[in-house]
């Protein structure tokens, strides 16, 4: 059957003179662990590749449907979690590099796609056949005998459905499908205009006099920006490895306050990529949709499915936190203007300021900046003791595999394997800026985990981040919240390599939004560990182990602006919230709408002519919508977890054990709270991150 449809597939292509060979996707890959031939995909291949698997999509839907069987848990659970294996296949290779190497040719065809694809999906969630079945099994659901992931699968799939409309009427079936092809489509090109406006932006510098304060290697790097767009001089971005370090060391004040406006005014002063009509459709569509499915808010939708469960949870956090840090945020900003004031600052410290004097106070009280701590952290040398750590906790090993394709040159590629020297997983890393990968640091996966029969299907994981490249004088130096971020994202690796469970679509990272970054952060606090750095840390000059002064000194200024820096992440967790609990559609003014969320986390002055929202891509074209707050929700677990690593030793064994059969194993086949109670003994609480951050 799909073999005749390829050969018609191909046959109408050859005859539209493109020369086309074998779609690789339609063939079983053959490289190392079946890993995907990037060498061998072509954008033509997508296309055509969506297509077809869409259509055996259908057939496989079909199939349960018509069924002549009664519905049960096999036939109809456990095949649905089982199809669309091959739309699986192509959009893991297409939408991981609509994030990490995409062009002109890849946004056009995830235009072209975006309704497609939501059409597709929309017509399985309301196909009612369909649901009929789900439902059958889910109403005998006391009576099957499922084991604990059995019953999630179920009801994960029953919620799937009238999470979508399933039990709407037929009318508003429709009106549902139009308004989620809608949504997918406003989010899509709020995240393009994003990346185009930030892209935009070049701010070339023709007399160094500006650049004073820039340590050398920064200065090296914005050269060759400049020469490599043909340009003499240095070229400015607003991409993070520009923007972030020369707003920290910029002495002119000019200079920092137009990156500062250029960065904080994106995509909201008119013209073609401005997000504020966008972003207030994003909004109201959303609350159309929950107050279609019969919730009051977005929020109210959202947070059913998440550990938090209800947004009276999700203030009372954000709330708690926000009393327990505003008094030492305000300190904080007492002593900064102070530090410029003596430093003869004739003026308020300003935002284009705050990054600047922080800096250099950070400097004064600790003796510490990042260009004293880079030299130890060489890339390759931190990827190494990052392996080497998940060696001691979990057994298990990395060990690059060039046969595996990478889809550029500078993506490497591992084998992983476990205690017993048994294949785990394959891992990629994908360290540094290019055009065409967007900002930030992320964890995906190329292909997940699940039980064939007896035979476990292993997962692929990949890390993509946006680190200091290499210049052609020094090899890549992180900078400490570099490592921070390396092993955060690690973390999220770890939870994608290690997973054990039986359906793909629980295991892994596929856990409640709330959850997910526990894993991640909780490896964020071996950062600061001697006994960890001492293994990898060395001089990359001089072969020198890094000093134990100095990492005293780092973990000391750990907490330095720990106020400030809780409060816009607090900020954020309140717009957010702000946006998604409204209960009626807004037109008014973005910008004073964001001011009054923002208002009571307000630490220094609120400039005009900026916002946050046409940019907050986590919210607006991201999975955060009303889920942002889970950051500061797993920080809190993430600090209880490992107060018990603190206690039974940083690299003990049997903790690690827990930690992995509870949690990183499991995927989301329980509910986090009765996973998390299995490892910890108890629910968490907030005292150890008041305690780390030195609050208590
Ligand atoms: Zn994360």
Redesign the pocket.
């Known amino acids: 059957m799909l073999k005749s449809k390829i050969i018609i597939c191909m046959a109408s292509l050859t005859m539209a003179g493109t020369t086309l060979a074998v779609n690789p996707f339609f063939e079983t890959y053959k490289t190392p662990h079946q890993t995907i031939p990037f060498n061998e995909i072509k954008t033509e291949h997508y296309m055509p590749a969506f297509e077809e698997a869409m259509k055996q999509h259908d057939k496989e839907i079909d199939a349960i449907v018509n069924n002549p069987k009664a519905p049960n848990f096999e036939n109809t659970i456990v095949a649905l979690d089982n199809s669309g294996e091959m739309l699986t296949k192509v959009a893991s290779v297409f939408y991981n590099l609509l994030s990490a190497e995409t062009n002109d040719d890849l946004q056009a065809i995830a235009q072209e796609l975006s309704p497609k694809m939501s059409e597709h999906s929309n017509a399985i969630r309301l196909n009612e056949k369909l649901f009929a079945r789900v439902k059958a099994v889910y109403d005998q659901k006391d009576k099957l005998k499922l084991n604990p992931e059995q019953q999630t699968l179920l009801k994960d799939t029953y919620d799937g459905f009238a999470d979508n409309g399933a039990n709407l009427s037929d009318a508003d079936k429709t009106v549902y499908r139009e308004l989620s092809k809608e949504l997918d489509m406003l989010t899509l090109t709020y995240g393009q205009n994003v990346l185009k406006e930030t892209n935009k932006y070049q701010l070339l510098i023709t007399n160094k006099d500006l650049l004073k304060g820039l340590p050398a290697d920064l200065t090296d790097m914005l050269a060759e920006n400049a020469k490599k767009a043909g340009k003499e001089g240095w070229l400015i971005n607003l991409k993070t490895t520009s923007y972030v370090p020369v707003m920290k060391y910029a002495d002119n004040r000019d200079l920092r306050r137009e990156l500062y406006m250029a960065n904080a005014s994106k995509c909201m002063v008119g013209g073609e990529y401005d997000n504020r009509e966008i972003l207030r459709k994003i909004a109201n569509t959303r609350l159309k949709i929950a107050n279609l499915l019969g919730h009051k808010s977005y929020a109210d939708y959202v947070l059913v499915h998440r550990m938090a469960e209800n947004k009276k949870n999700v203030y009372d956090l954000l709330n708690k936190l926000l009393a327990a840090y505003k008094p030492e945020a305000e300190k904080e900003y007492a002593e900064v203007q102070a530090y410029a004031d003596k430093n003869g600052a004739y003026f308020k410290v300003q935002p284009w300021d705050w990054s600047y004097y922080s800096e250099k106070l950070k400097a004064e009280k600790y003796d510490l900046n990042d260009e004293m701590t880079k030299p130890y952290f060489e890339l390759e040398k931190v990827r190494k003791g990052i392996f080497d750590l998940a060696g001691r906790l979990y057994g298990i090993k990395f060990k690059e595999n060039t046969d595996i394709q990478v889809y550029n040159p500078e993506v490497k590629a591992y084998d992983v394997t476990d205690e017993n020297g048994k294949y785990l997983a394959v891992y990629y890393a994908d360290n540094h800026p290019r055009d065409g990968k967007r900002a930030g640091a992320?964890?995906n996966d190329m292909k997940g985990q699940w039980m064939e029969g007896k035979k476990d299907s292993r997962p692929h994981i990949v890390n993509v981040t946006n680190f200091t490249r290499p210049t052609s004088t020094k090899p890549a130096l992180l900078t400490f919240d570099e490592v921070t971020t390396m092993l955060?994202?690690f973390?999220?690796g770890l939870h994608g390599m290690l997973t054990k469970c039986q359906y793909k679509s629980l295991s892994g990272t596929s856990v409640y939004r709330d959850f997910?970054?526990l894993p991640?952060?909780i490896m964020e606090n071996w950062a600061v560990e001697k006994e960890f750095l001492d293994n990898f840390a060395v001089n990359y000059q001089t072969g020198e182990k890094i000093p134990a002064e100095l990492i005293k000194k780092i973990k000391d200024s750990e907490n330095f602006n720990a106020g400030n820096l809780c409060l816009r992440q607090l900020s954020f967790g309140l717009l957010d919230l702000k946006w998604h609990t409204l209960e009626t559609p807004f037109e008014g003014d973005v910008v004073s709408f964001e001011k009054e969320a923002m208002n009571a986390t307000q630490i220094l002055p609120v400039i005009e002519n900026t916002a946050m929202s046409p940019t907050f891509s986590h919210i607006f074209s991201g999975g955060y919508a009303a889920g942002y707050y889970s950051y500061k929700w797993a920080e809190v677990l993430d600090a209880d977890a490992y107060s018990v690593f603190q206690k039974n030793g940083i690299f003990d064994n049997k903790t690690a054990a827990s930690f992995r059969k509870n949690i990183l194993e499991k995927g989301g086949t329980e509910h986090p709270m009765v996973l998390y109670k299995r490892f910890r003994g108890q629910e968490p609480t907030i005292d150890a991150l008041l305690k780390r951050n030195g609050i208590k």
């Open positions: 992320w964890m955060h994202e973390g999220h997910v970054e991640s952060q």
